[in-house]
């Protein structure tokens, strides 16, 4: 299947995956509002939710057979992934269309498809997706608490101040932990300094680089 | 202030013995000992120095425990007092340490003390603490969910001691620009507070 030579290259890049292509084959047998209930189910697989009992309804209530039914479905997924990984600034909605236009998918089902890709449910689909990613724990809960040690076993008026954090982070795990005065300033100090670095890398001109 | 050092059985056998020592080495001993007092469950002295000790002051096993032991007693009930020099060295002779001797202590203590004290403030026991800091800063350009981000992330590695342990546990913690200046600001709410304390 030749594809854009004339403008740049589609959303898809320069190799149409076999499902989309051989969706486009099978999509003439799909009606509508067939074509709607998959798209529904499709993005609530993405979203991580459990779609199997939509799919088994959909597919008993159709007259299509299960195997072309299958490579309707797996098109789908993959071009909604796909269109989705593109950040909505670069992707641009007539540009999508023409793409999709170029896999031969009926008007009506495109329109479907950018609702979907530049809707208002868009962001929640992002962060859905981004969820399973490799990341680094992230600090969910953070507790802190100023101590003053009025006397201790070994001085009967110490009047040390000190700082006890508790972290419970992404991953389930909980830290518990006793920052002295003197590395707070420097954990402090540190974190002011990240934050003043990543300001100055934002206002770089790496970040204008052109998609 | 009344004073912190009883007349026990156990200080007069030990004052008698101290009182013995030559002035000299007494007092090398008694730096040794200060120098070590903030460290907790660590010997003063290894089995092999003991050993020369006993033979260089002329005490046997007992004595020398005894010897050792009172005069970190004498220190560290000082320390937790705060005591001042001189009350330290009324307090000594009033136990019948000979004059030489009591000041001895109280020498050791002006020079050595504050800094003793200070040392103690910052022994606490949590189960960890924090002493290693470090960071880095990415700019991310992909994942799997997303092409074409450039975005900042940070990863802050916080080195935790654990006083039982000997290792340090790293905890590594990931912030993008938000998250990390939402943790800024609660740093800050902490440091308005410990600056309520000074």
Known sequence: MSLSHAKDSSFLGGRIPPEIDSMSKNLKDVDQEMFRKILKAVVSGLEGKDCSEVMKSIAESSTVPQERLSHVVAGVYRLLSEAIRVPASSLKQEAFREDLRELRIPEEFITDFSSVVFGNRRAALDAATARNDPHLPTVEDFKWRVDVAISTSSLARSLQPSVLMQMKLSDGSLHRFEVPVSKFQELRYNVALILKEMNDLEKRNILKIQD | ?198
């Open chain 2, 1 to 198: 202030m009344t004073s912190f050092i009883k007349e026990t059985e156990s200080i007069k056998e030990a004052v008698t013995f101290i009182n013995a020592i030559d002035v000299n080495k007494f007092s090398r001993l008694i730096s040794r000992i200060t120098q070590k007092l903030h460290l907790k469950g660590e010997r003063t002295f290894s089995e092999e120095e003991e050993e020369k000790l006993q033979s260089a002051l002329s005490l046997d096993k007992q004595a020398l425990n005894l010897v050792l032991e009172t005069a970190a007693f004498i220190l560290e009930q000082a320390v937790y007092y705060n005591v001042k020099p001189t009350s330290l060295q009324q307090q000594l002779e009033a136990v019948h340490l000979n004059p030489e001797k009591a000041e001895v202590f109280s020498l050791t203590w002006a020079a050595a003390g504050p800094e003793l004290v200070e040392k103690l403030k910052h022994n606490t026991f949590a189960p960890k603490k924090l002493e290693y800091v470090g960071w880095q800063l990415n700019l991310q350009m992909a994942q799997s969910s997303q092409a074409r981000l450039k975005s900042p992330s940070a990863v802050l590695q916080l080195g935790l001691h654990d006083d039982n342990s000997e290792v340090q546990e790293n905890v590594f913690l990931g912030f993008n620009h938000q998250e990390l200046l939402h943790f800024y600001n609660q740093l800050e709410t902490v440091q308005s507070q410990l600056d309520t304390l000074t």
